[in-house]
């Protein structure tokens, strides 16, 4: 019996950690269905609902994440190597942090409106969340079949630069036509947390990619 536990505790958990993980993958997928819904919304009661609604998934994902770091403490064979695990999780609350920090923004700072380019870059985070969504529920294949990892990691690279322009332009036509200079805060300040999600959810996929390295 004492041989049996044995052989169970040295065995990889992988019936912990990917169910886990796929729920921080379904937190950031509504939570990014919620921000585009946010970014539609003019009557600021409702917004200010949705944004309540985004920062449940943030606590949801937190004590997911939290739970995940449990186990990597408790368990001596992880499937992949813990450190990766570890970093992986740090990056995907990030990105979830972050479409909360630009919802929060909205709701504090009050634009007047909110620009179809704004509409357009949460748009893009909802991509970028169901690509990473996709990924985590084939993390346990990477050793047989990579393919639609990596080619949802390079999706995430093409979203990030789409982000890029996006914001850019964004914030081009921002300086040129709009007058009030608080204004021009506010909107450059909530456009550029919006673009910051794109670029955490980019290196979600090099934190993937480094797996794929390592167990492909």
């Known amino acids: 019996m004492a041989i049996n536990s044995l052989f169970s505790f040295l065995k990889p958990k992988e019936n912990k950690f990917f169910p886990l993980i796929i729920e921080v993958g379904s937190c950031l997928h509504t939570a990014a269905l ?100 996709i990924i985590l529920h084939e993390l346990k294949n990477i050793p047989r079949r990579p393919y639609l990892v990596l080619e949802h990691c390079s999706k995430l690279h093409d979203l990030e630069n789409k982000g890029d322009d996006v914001y850019e332009h964004y914030v081009t036509d921002l300086f040129q036509n709009e007058t009030d200079a608080i204004e021009i805060i506010k909107l450059k300040e909530i456009m550029q947390c919006l673009e910051n999600t794109t670029d955490i959810a980019n290196i979600v996929s090099k934190s993937v990619k480094k797996i794929v390295v390592k167990y492909a």
């Open 34 to 133: 919620l921000l585009v819904e946010f970014s539609q919304t003019t009557d600021k009661k409702k917004a200010k609902e949705i944004f309540l609604k985004i920062k449940e998934q943030e606590v949801k994902c937190d004590g997911f994440t939290n739970n995940i770091f449990e186990e990597l403490n408790d368990t001596f064979i992880t499937p992949f190597d813990r450190e990766d695990i570890h970093t992986l999780c740090e990056r995907l609350d990030d990105v979830l942090d972050y479409i909360n920090s630009s919802a929060k923004r909205v709701v504090l700072f009050q634009p007047k409106n909110i620009p179809e380019k704004m509409i357009e870059m949460c748009k893009i985070i909802l991509s970028c969340c169901e690509s990473i969504d």
